[in-house]
């Protein structure tokens, strides 16, 4: 059962005489210590009580009654083009995608134009993103060669989620594919470094395999072994220079399979397509669903899901990559790599949750409560007095279906169009604002950076 905070102010200045910011009534609160009916009283764009408290009590008052109220969903990969390409999709337009589907706070990705390399570009991608996007942020800063010396800096600075590592080249020029390199970036760091994990050497030479104008080549060319190679690498690199590593978007069977002997070092997130979709899509979907890692053949997809059921997958990531319709029509393999997803992500999963593949409590802690762990989250990621009051509010008994129309990123599709889905999210509340509800922007934006526990500022 959840705590209840009242009981412990009924001796001396009670808490049931305050006066709050809002009240969240009647809704059932989840935590990773179980579910109930309770109130939650935010002041100051903080958790302020968990308990029963009267309406008056607060200036704004929402009746959660029938809805689950969630911790705020954290979408740990999402690549949202600005600067450089935003003409793809920029931070307002992929914080208010975020935010329409449920998404409190994301972690954007360095392959921008130019690469968040340096102080000057996360200083500018800050700046950008301060009362602009409509959710928090926060930005991986991308490695390469030329900045290694700098990393131990950079990992440190304000909204810096920590560093990224292209192992296979992807989109952009991002990338550090041999051993000697990646192992001193492992040196110069300190904090978990996330990877994308595929072999660039093998991608080079299996090229002529790419079969133009049939992307179901895309998985035959960057196959299981691509991956699976690169992952063997990092986790021999992880080790030897014991540090922490992070392998984004895993899609593989092998890979889960190795990494299960390895959770000491390695941690794991998947994504929602690759939990989703699989190779029989390629004939219906095209280049819509071309991504990396590709989307393989069902028995990976199965791996994955009995993954999380053992605990093994830490987060799940969206891995929201748009690009324009007039990019992804290109016959393959011109076309670009990604999709859209942050904002079909909580969608997605509820409706595995009310279909009883997954617990919600699980959902919880691959959501909010897994990536504050993992990275070290200050005040975010748990229903707790003190915690920003960041919440996922959510209908599981709403059967909706989701539309190119109800996207609101820039790009404007998703390769899930047409698909029903059981559990919907009716309410995003970031810092106590309510920015999304039943649908509509309710908030400009007043994105803050998010904090770190291994990068907060130091008292002067």
Avoid at 375 to 391: E, I, L, N, Q, W
Wanted: glycine share 10%; hydrophobic share 40%; with cysteine.
């Amino acid at each position: 059962m959840l705590y209840i905070w009242e009981n412990a102010f009924r001796s001396g200045t009670s808490i049931m005489a305050e006066t709050f910011d809002l009240i969240l009534k009647n809704g059932t609160v989840v935590n990773e210590d179980g579910a109930a009916i309770r109130d939650v009283a935010v002041k100051g764009g903080r958790i302020r009580a968990i308990g029963s408290f009267d309406a008056a009590q607060a200036g704004e008052v929402v009746d959660c009654t029938g809805l689950h109220v969630l911790p705020g969903v954290v979408d740990s990969q999402v690549h949202f083009r600005e600067p450089g390409n935003e003409h793809k999709e920029d931070l307002e337009t992929g914080s208010r995608a975020a935010v329409m589907g449920g998404v409190t706070a994301v972690f954007e990705m360095p392959n921008t134009n130019p690469q968040t390399t340096t102080g000057t570009a996360l200083a500018d991608k800050v700046a950008r993103g301060r009362d602009r996007m409509h959710c928090d942020f926060a930005f991986w800063v991308g490695a390469s060669h030329d900045n290694i010396a700098d990393l131990t800096e950079l990992e440190r600075l304000e909204g810096v989620a920590g560093v990224k590592v292209f192992m296979g080249s992807s989109t952009g020029t991002l990338l550090v594919e041999d051993d000697e390199g990646v192992a001193a970036i492992l040196a110069a760091i300190r904090r978990r470094a996330a990877f994308h994990s595929e072999d660039e050497y093998r991608l080079n030479a299996r090229m002529d395999l790419r079969v133009h104008g049939d992307p179901s080549s895309h998985p035959v060319w960057r196959d299981e072994e691509t991956a699976f190679s690169s992952t063997r690498r990092l986790v021999r690199l992880a080790r030897a220079a014991g540090k922490r590593i992070h392998i984004l978007h895993v899609t593989t069977a092998e890979e889960i399979a190795f990494l299960a002997d390895h959770k000491d070092v390695a941690s794991v997130e998947v994504t929602p397509n690759h939990l989703t979709l699989s190779a029989d899509d390629y004939q219906r979907l095209g280049t819509y669903m071309q991504m990396n890692p590709p989307v393989r053949d069902a028995r990976h997809r199965t791996a994955l899901w009995h993954a999380i059921g053992q605990g093994l997958v830490d987060v799940i990531g969206s891995d929201h990559a748009p690009h324009t319709r007039e990019e992804k029509d290109r016959h393959y393999p011109a076309s670009p790599s990604g999709m859209p997803g942050v904002q079909t992500l909580v969608p997605l999963l509820l409706d595995r949750v009310v279909a009883g593949d997954l617990a919600l409590s699980r959902f919880v802690d691959l959501t909010s409560a897994g990536p504050a762990r993992l990275f070290g989250m200050s005040g975010k990621g748990r229903r707790a007095v003190g915690s920003d009051a960041d919440f996922t509010i959510v209908d599981l008994a709403r059967t909706e279906t989701i539309r190119n129309e109800w996207i609101a990123s820039r790009c404007g599709w998703t390769p899930f169009d047409g698909v029903t889905v059981r559990g919907w999210p009716v309410g995003t509340i970031v810092r106590g604002r309510r920015v999304m509800w039943e649908g509509e922007l309710v908030t400009p934006g007043t994105g803050r950076p998010v904090r770190f526990l291994e990068a907060l500022p130091q008292e002067m």
